[in-house]
């Protein structure tokens, strides 16, 4: 997103803006995994009568939970940076949103962003070729056992399922399966998670 858009983000709860103006300004709002945590940080430009940020996390970006909060500057009209960390974050894709509360009560949010997070770097499977350009043919890479299921799903960065489908592992080790469908996929980034065994694995594909 760019700054403007980041900037109008909001969702505000005010009927007439020119006489009740927006709370703040937002400039950037990320979220990186680092180690066993997800840093979470972002920037504002403006603050107007800004009580306090809510962090909150999602698995499916539509029912978050409480990650953290911080004490907002109530009025600025400098730039300034926040920042957190989620240490007990969810394996896998998850959505982070950052939530700003007035002194009277009224709330506003920002938009939701992506956060792929695998501590151990250990996904048991691999997606090629990445990037792939549009009509191209993906290919994954699963490792495990004779009989496991595993469960591919591909979404876009808000969780829009493209795809989805149960493999059944023929063979000890590596095994190869193609998605035809992958054709369908228009250009953008978009997360293929894999879940075996109550474990979910996710990589990052980009389509050109």
């Given at each position: ?18 006489q ?11 979220a990186?995994?680092?180690?066993d945590?997800v ?17 909150e ?36 894709v998850?959505?982070y949103?950052?939530k ?8 506003s ?7 792929e997070?695998?501590?151990n ?23 495990g ?5 595993v469960?591919?799903?591909?979404h876009?960065?808000?969780?829009k ?27 953008g980034?978009y ?10 694995y ?7």
């Open positions: 997103l760019t700054t403007a858009q980041l900037a109008n983000s909001w969702r505000i709860g005010t009927k007439n803006t020119t009740s103006p927006l709370p703040i300004t937002l400039l950037s709002f990320d990186k995994p680092n180690g945590n840093d979470l940080k972002w920037k504002t430009a403006t603050e107007t009568n800004n009580d306090y940020f809510t962090i996390k999602s698995k499916d970006g539509s029912t978050f939970e409480f990650v953290a909060k911080l004490t907002g500057a109530g009025n600025s009209y400098s730039i300034l940076n926040y920042s957190t960390i989620d240490d007990n974050p969810y394996k896998g998850s959505y949103r950052l700003q509360t007035d002194y009277d009560g009224k709330f949010y920002s938009n939701i962003i992506a956060v997070f695998n501590p770097n250990t996904s048991i499977f691999s997606v090629y070729p990445n990037p792939i350009n549009t009509g191209g043919t993906l290919n994954l890479s699963i490792t056992k004779i009989g496991e299921e469960v591919v799903v591909v876009d960065v808000i969780g399922e493209n795809y989805s489908k149960v493999v059944v592992l023929q063979t000890e080790g590596d095994n190869v399966y193609v998605i035809d469908e992958s054709n369908r996929l228009a250009a980034v997360f293929i998670t894999a879940t075996s065994n109550q474990t979910i996710s990589k990052k594909l980009i389509v050109k």
